[in-house]
């Protein structure tokens, strides 16, 4: 596709996400993808490699969770190659994404990325979960295939506020929401509606009590 032609895919599939975004805005998601197709040909960023499927698999799986986030900061753990951090990031500027990965390749790209489109709501961090010690804690966390949930939790329980929640994006539902670490509980699971994905794909919210 040309960049005619993604533009037309993007809008598309904004539509049928029912997301509302400015022409800057998609603009900037179209650029991004063009940086992650580019620097994916020399650093394997990605398994996905055409421009179309970046935009159904990344940018519009990254931003069917806009309508359930709330607060005003994030920390986005194993952002990989900056999703969904990225993605969110161009649509809500006024909120900051904190983009954690230990793998420096990737937070190489994150950082120039962020810069290139000028997200000046972006925090890039180069460490691993376990050893991350924020200044504050965080409302909201977000992973992305990130590790089981139970784990996931475990490694992340330092950096959730008290009243925080988990965002857990993932495939098909599975005992894993059954084995959370004591204390924490799922509070919501909701199916997302992902345009042109035919895998199923949830968001489980997790909090402690």
Not at 78 to 97: D, K, M, N
Not at 123 to 129: G, H, K, L, S, W
Request: with cysteine.
């Amino acid at each position: 596709m040309n960049k005619e032609d993604l533009k037309g895919h993007l809008e598309k599939r904004l539509k049928a996400l029912g997301l509302s975004t400015t022409h800057t805005q998609q603009e900037a998601l179209l650029d991004f993808v063009a940086l992650l197709h580019r620097w994916n040909q020399a650093f394997n960023l990605t398994a996905v490699r055409e421009p179309d499927l970046m935009i159904d698999r990344h940018i519009i799986d990254s931003l069917s969770i806009a309508p359930y986030l709330a607060g005003d900061d994030f920390l986005d753990v194993g952002t990989g190659a900056g999703l969904p951090g990225i993605p969110l990031s161009i649509v809500y500027p006024q909120r900051q994404f904190f983009l954690l990965d230990s793998n420096q390749k990737r937070q190489i790209f994150v950082s120039q990325a962020a810069k290139s489109l000028l997200l000046n709501n972006v925090q890039c961090i180069c460490q691993t979960v376990q050893t991350y010690q924020a200044e504050r804690k965080f409302s909201t966390i977000l992973t992305r295939a990130f590790a089981p949930l139970a784990e996931m939790v475990q490694l992340c329980a330092h950096l959730l506020a008290s009243d925080g929640r988990f965002f857990a994006m993932m495939g098909k539902t599975s005992s894993e929401l059954l084995m959370l670490p004591p204390g924490f509980q799922v509070e919501n699971l909701i199916k997302l509606k992902v345009p042109g994905e035919r895998a199923e794909r949830h968001l489980a919210i997790i909090k402690f009590e």
